[in-house]
């Protein structure tokens, strides 16, 4: 097990070539949020010490809940193939949204897909790397396209009125709803 303070090239590298991560974080009382993702082209590495995350609207907003109510978050990539490896980047995050003054920056490192609705800007305080050698060989068969499909086809004033009702996590924190909807 290996710790860093900042993201190096050879993580850039992993990174890169993952097609699913994990996201966790939590707030101080409730449950513990663990999302897996793995839309192409929605995680970026920004910096030695900062990432972000693309979000399209889901089931629910637990990521967003729970950094404006506690800030830390944890990602965690596993290399599926050879050569075994985990990697955990540490730190704190934010949602940011269409609305806000850093979404133009933000924005401008990803290609917007239909239902974008936030990014989690996230600042690193360390980098884990650990063996993997739990983890199996797998490979990627195909992407899923249903979600990005359904947010394409939704009707936009119909979407953005159910974003609006989404103000609450599923334990009551609160959160921000998108102002717009976004057809990428």
């Known amino acids: 097990m290996e710790f860093t303070d900042h993201i190096t090239d050879a993580h850039c590298a ?43 609207g889901g089931s629910g907003n637990e990521t967003h809940a729970h950094l404006a109510a506690d800030g830390r978050i944890t990602i965690m990539m596993c290399n599926f193939e050879q050569p075994a490896l985990i990697l955990r980047l540490y730190g704190t995050g934010r949602p940011v949204l269409p609305q806000d003054a850093a979404w133009d920056e933000l924005a401008a490192h990803f290609t917007l897909l239909p239902g974008t609705r936030q990014i989690f800007d996230i600042a690193v305080d360390s980098v884990q790397t650990s063996c993997g050698w739990g983890v199996p060989i797998m490979q990627l068969d195909h ?19 159910k974003m609006a009702e989404r103000t609450r996590s599923i334990d009551g924190l609160p959160t921000r709803p998108t102002d717009r909807y976004i057809a990428g």
């Open 14 to 56: 992993m990174i890169a070539r993952q097609s699913v991560f994990f996201i966790a974080t939590a707030a101080a009382d409730g449950r513990i949020n663990l999302s897996p993702k793995g839309l192409d082209g929605t995680f970026k590495v920004l910096g030695p010490r900062r990432a972000a995350y693309l979000d399209l």
């Open 143 to 161: 992407p899923r396209e249903t979600l990005v499909k359904y947010h394409a086809q939704s009707d936009p004033a119909k979407w953005e009125a």
